[in-house]
């Protein structure tokens, strides 16, 4: 289901870049300042819009690869507590949970499934920029092992 919505946000990524490059066209065909200002401003951001897409899409594949991996392997962390509704870990519970995680990570640098599971239980405790940063570095290191 993912990987089609991926497909798709990358044909609509495709429809969108012909809009701009026609309407950024359009624009400077008018002549006036302003106008060939918006063309400029339109033939600037939006490959900057398709890089920042491309670089999640590349995250999104990296990470979910390593996550079937360590899956495959059954070194997912378990639900060693009770979830909330949304799936996250409760408070009381997140604090010591991620400790012991950074504590295994920290043990193991190199270990790029140590990261990963902190990245996995950061996530499920609320902390997603630090979670987006333990399971980044784990794609750095298990690129670095192959």
């Known amino acids: 289901m993912s990987r089609i919505g991926?497909?798709?946000?990358?044909?609509?990524?495709l429809v969108y870049l012909a809009v701009v490059v026609w309407l950024a066209v359009?624009?400077?065909a008018v002549g006036t300042p302003v106008s060939i200002g918006m063309g400029v401003a339109l033939i600037v951001l939006a490959?900057?819009?398709?890089?920042?897409l491309i670089r999640e899409m590349q995250f999104g594949f990296a990470a979910d690869r390593?996550?079937?991996?360590?899956?495959?392997?059954?070194?997912?962390?378990?639900?060693?507590?009770?979830?909330?509704?949304?799936?996250?870990?409760?408070?009381?519970?997140?604090?010591?949970l991620v400790s012991r995680y950074t504590a295994e990570a920290h043990a193991a640098p190199?270990?790029?499934r140590a990261?990963?599971?902190?990245?996995?239980?950061?996530?499920?405790?609320?902390?997603?920029?630090?979670?987006?940063a333990s399971i980044r570095e784990a794609i750095s290191l298990a690129r670095a092992r192959r």
Do not use: C, N
């Open 115 to 132: 990261r990963y599971r902190l990245g996995v239980v950061q996530d499920a405790a609320g902390r997603r920029k630090d979670a987006r």
């Open 47 to 52: 490959p900057l819009g398709a890089w920042a």
């Open 6 to 13: 991926v497909a798709l946000m990358g044909a609509a990524l």
């Open 26 to 28: 359009m624009f400077i």
């Open 110 to 112: 190199a270990d790029w």
């Open 66 to 96: 390593l996550g079937r991996t360590l899956d495959d392997e059954g070194g997912m962390p378990p639900v060693e507590t009770e979830l909330t509704p949304s799936g996250r870990i409760a408070r009381a519970d997140a604090g010591p």
